[in-house]
């Protein structure tokens, strides 16, 4: 199992995003520094969510968004870690749609169940293989400061 | 020309982030990327050669699939290739 490192602000910060959002998906990236096991991340970017379609259940971060929210992870001197998205009135797990759409190898996707509009149980999933062929989620251990805040049972 | 390697390729590209390319087109600029990084060129194309489905690229602001010459483009030594794999999902 892997390890996400998240300061205070950036997990109050995804959290509130997906409340902000409800009952629509909300979506991010979280910029931090690879390390041993998995990933110190120090900011979370609020990302706009495309599938204005379907909303409530779909999200998608338009690449050019990404190409700029790199461009400005370079001049803090991170990288892109993973990205985070809610579900709302779902729970916080992986679903086929997110694991068809995932090919960031080696980042995690964090996902927060939003339950009649508060933020409930975050999880975050390791997208880890060396190929679309092989690749698989691995659920990370959340610590937010050095405590424990994930895994939770959904 | 700067091309951003996005996390998930970097290990393909030994472990950096970016790579200068001296190349007049962008498919030749891949072509020289994927020839000194051979390991990149699945992550990047499909076995019959096309580029993989959710892979974009950017040259500078521009999707490169919505440009007129597409890979063919022609690109100056200050413009970038941004790489970046799709991201989305839902429940």
């Not at chain 2, 490169?64 to 690109?75: F, M």
């Amino acid at each position: 199992m892997g390890v996400l490192h998240l300061t205070r602000s950036v997990w109050e910060q995804i959290r509130a995003h997906g409340e902000e959002t409800y009952p629509h998906e909300c979506c991010g990236a979280l910029l931090g520094v690879s390390m041993a096991g998995g990933w110190k991340v120090e900011a979370a970017v609020a990302a706009g969510n495309t599938r204005t379609d379907s909303a409530h259940n779909r999200y998608h971060i338009a690449p050019l968004e990404l190409v700029k929210i790199e461009r400005e992870a370079r001049r803090q001197g991170l990288g892109i870690a993973g990205f985070y998205h809610s579900h709302p009135d779902h729970p916080a797990q992986w679903s086929p749609t997110d694991f068809a759409e995932a090919h960031w190898l080696g980042c995690s996707y964090v996902i927060t169940a939003v339950a009649q509009g508060k933020a409930a149980v975050t999880n975050s999933f390791l997208l880890a293989g060396t190929t679309e062929e092989d690749k698989r989620f691995e659920q990370d251990t959340i610590l937010v400061e050095g405590d424990v805040v994930s895994p939770e049972r959904c | 020309m700067t091309v951003f390697i996005p996390t998930p390729l970097r290990p393909y590209a030994g472990g950096k982030d970016t790579v200068e390319i001296d190349a007049p087109t962008v498919a030749a600029a891949l072509e020289l990327l994927t020839g000194t990084h051979p390991d990149l060129r699945k992550h990047l194309f499909t076995a019959e050669g096309r580029l993989r489905a959710f892979v974009n690229l950017y040259l500078n602001d521009e999707d490169v699939r919505y440009l007129p010459e597409k890979e063919a483009t022609s690109v100056k030594a200050t413009d970038t290739l941004s790489i970046i794999p799709s991201i989305a999902g839902g429940n």
